[in-house]
């Protein structure tokens, strides 16, 4: 036998051995209903956004601010102060620079909360924020906020005005996560309700001399921004001067829209942002602490907390049926998985399939209701990449009851491919979600204002719906395979709109390249191979910084278990079985295993919106690794 076989074989038998405990390490994390579903986190700003709820919720008295959650509000400042960074400001991302809105958010919560403005701590974040070009440079959603307390002047905030609602389906030509923040907060806008601070407390220490209030505008007088600019000095005079019985109108309407939504759902939207907002919304329209659709927003909102030997953080939201598509699939795909765990996993996620109609429904009327959402309830917002994971997932996770799940599956696929959109590609919750104008509007600094197709989906769209039988010459498939050849990039690579970044579009749509039959010998193919194999560090992993957000490339960082799990995803994908550079990736992922079966990882690689808020998938370090060890030994093995 010759090195290079033993060789091999060594490695097999160490992969098959860490296989073997990752399985096991991730079936042990599997709850007794089926599911599993690991911690999400963010960075300060939630943290420092509950501080501001409480201060909305509870007022002052003279220069005192004891609200009932004080407790709660100094474990929130003591998790923020532990993220600071040594120049003193607050990163929106694990390794990454200050960035100035976050900043400017903890410095008003700590603040608040009770730290001395002369205390060291609170003196660089000050310095910090001045640097960056002070309280002016922040996001509009920090300057709105801030300008509930009179601490921002209104006139200087982006006007969000509830008559949008009256506009036919205007809002549903925003992001599913835009409108359901807009709307909440248009109500809380139209009441501008001044709520008081303690005495003396301002901010006035952040202000930048010099710098201007106005809202930037790089883009020359006859731009799409300037035309908005103008449009929200006459909704400032609408707000003075408009119709009193059509701001009534819609009010009345924003809070049927709200109260609607909160139905089958834990929350609005079951995210944070919206969740904070119709609390403030509920409040402002005369639903008293007792009521019981504010207790249930409040119930709802505070259970995003932890606050346990973990410790103190807010979560964005819950993850369970995404975590369970992926780790059904990855304990699927190892072989290792017992039917009787695959069962209730099946079981559980088939009473998870939407079967009512959501905001989607506005431009598919005609569609059955299908797929599945990111939470725990969710009714309204069923996502088209959970719908195609979960459908990878439920090829392993069978069902004690199969004729259901067969038609589960039938709809699901049919959902799938009534949601792609016009240019082949498909999005995360609408279809032709781009009217890419609406970037222009003032308070769409948030850089999500719409919800365009990407590559990340669509290549696991088409896999899904490849694995569910759809055949490789239907319509839907060609027009995914054009769309991807159209937005691969010069050099080989493909955008990731949901996780971080180049490394995760690729792998995804080499995935779904293959699943609809693209020869690896095509040059678009070998692109994106060549592409991985080049931007892998020297210790056999990879690893991506979210910083390539804010560069357009790809930006390179230490290796980690998730991203290295990617690429060696996509070498496979594109026909790479023996290179040096997948057997290096397969040894880092081996070599830096942990006892317990498990991988070590702390930086975020999922992505929120881009350059403004990312997220830590706490299963991604071992659902990911599983699956690409289990790929590895069954192209070996020939049952690819």
């Known amino acids: 036998m010759s090195a290079g076989v033993q060789l091999a074989d060594s490695l097999r038998l160490e992969t098959e051995r860490a296989v073997e405990k990752a399985a096991r390490s991730l079936l042990s994390r599997q709850h007794a209903e089926g599911y599993w579903w690991g911690d999400l986190t963010a960075d300060t700003t939630l943290e420092s956004d509950y501080i501001l709820l409480q201060l909305f919720l509870h007022r002052p008295e003279g220069a005192a601010w004891n609200p009932p959650t004080r407790e709660l509000v100094d474990k929130a400042a003591q998790s923020i102060l532990a993220r600071q960074l040594g120049d003193g400001g607050f990163n929106i991302y694990p390794g990454g620079p200050s960035e100035i809105s976050a900043t400017v958010k903890a410095y008003f919560a700590l603040k608040l909360a009770g730290i001395d403005v002369e205390d060291p701590r609170l003196e660089k974040a000050r310095e910090r924020i001045l640097a960056l070009g002070g309280i002016q440079a922040a996001n509009s959603y920090v300057k709105v906020n801030l300008s509930l307390f009179n601490l921002y002047p209104r006139e200087w905030c982006p006007s969000i005005p509830p008559e949008l609602i009256l506009l036919r389906n205007f809002i549903y030509e925003m992001s599913s996560w835009t409108r359901a923040i807009v709307i909440p907060l248009s109500v809380v806008h139209?009441?501008?309700?001044s709520r008081p601070v303690p005495d003396g407390f301002d901010l006035r220490e952040l202000y930048l001399e010099g710098a201007s209030m106005k809202f930037p505008n790089n883009d020359g007088f006859f731009s799409g921004r300037n035309f908005?600019?103008?449009?929200?000095?006459?909704?400032?005079?609408?707000?003075?001067?408009?119709?009193?019985?059509?701001?009534?109108?819609?009010?009345?309407k924003a809070e049927q829209w709200m109260l609607e939504h909160t139905k089958h759902s834990d929350g609005l939207a079951a995210i944070y942002p919206p969740m904070q907002y119709i609390i403030m919304a509920l409040d402002l329209l005369g639903y008293g602490a007792e009521h019981p659709g504010r207790v249930e927003a409040e119930t709802q909102f505070n259970r995003l907390m932890v606050n346990d030997e973990r410790g103190f953080f807010f979560q964005p939201c819950f993850s369970p049926v995404w975590d369970t598509g992926i780790a059904a699939y990855a304990v699927g795909r190892s072989g290792l998985a017992p039917v009787e765990a695959m069962q209730r996993c099946g079981d559980w996620l088939l009473k998870k399939e939407v079967r009512q109609k959501g905001d989607w429904s506005v431009k598919r009327p005609n569609t059955e209701p299908s797929g599945?959402?990111?939470?725990?309830?969710?009714?309204?917002?069923?996502?088209?990449?959970d719908s195609a994971m979960v459908l990878m997932g439920l090829r392993y996770a069978r069902s004690a009851d199969e004729k259901a799940q067969a038609a589960t599956e039938k709809r699901a696929v049919q959902w799938l491919l009534d949601m792609q959109s016009k240019d082949g590609g498909w999005a995360a919750f609408d279809v032709d979600n781009n009217w890419e104008f609406l970037a222009d509007v003032p308070f769409a600094d948030h850089n999500a204002m719409l919800d365009p197709t990407c590559p990340d989906i669509t290549g696991r769209v088409m896999e899904a719906l490849c694995t569910c039988g759809v055949s490789k010459d239907h319509p839907a498939i060609r027009r995914g395979v054009k769309y991807l050849l159209e937005t691969q990039e010069d050099e080989g690579s493909w955008y990731g709109r949901w996780g971080v970044n180049y490394i995760y579009g690729t792998i995804l749509a080499l995935r779904g390249l293959r699943a609809a039959g693209e020869s690896d010998r095509e040059a678009h193919v070998l692109r994106a191979g060549e592409w991985l194999r080049s931007i892998q560090n020297a210790d056999g992993g990879w690893g991506e910084s979210c910083e390539s957000y804010d560069r357009g490339c790809y930006v390179r960082n230490p290796s980690c278990a998730s991203q290295t799990a990617w690429a060696v995803l996509g070498l496979l994908a594109s026909g790479d079985h023996t290179s040096m550079s997948l057997r290096k990736g397969i040894e880092y992922l081996v070599e830096t295993q942990r006892d317990d079966g498990s991988w070590s990882e702390d930086v975020a690689t999922g992505t929120g919106f881009p350059r403004v808020f990312y997220l830590t998938y706490h299963l991604y370090r071992d659902s990911f690794p599983l699956l690409a060890l289990s790929e590895y030994l069954k192209i070996g093995e020939g049952r690819a």
Request: aromatic share 24%; hydrophobic share 40%; charged share 35%.
């Open 190 to 193: 139209a009441y501008n309700p």
């Open 228 to 252: 908005f600019l103008t449009v929200d000095k006459g909704l400032k005079l609408w707000e003075r001067f408009g119709s009193k019985s059509l701001r009534e109108k819609a009010l009345r």
């Open 372 to 385: 599945w959402y990111f939470e725990f309830a969710n009714e309204f917002y069923p996502d088209i990449d």
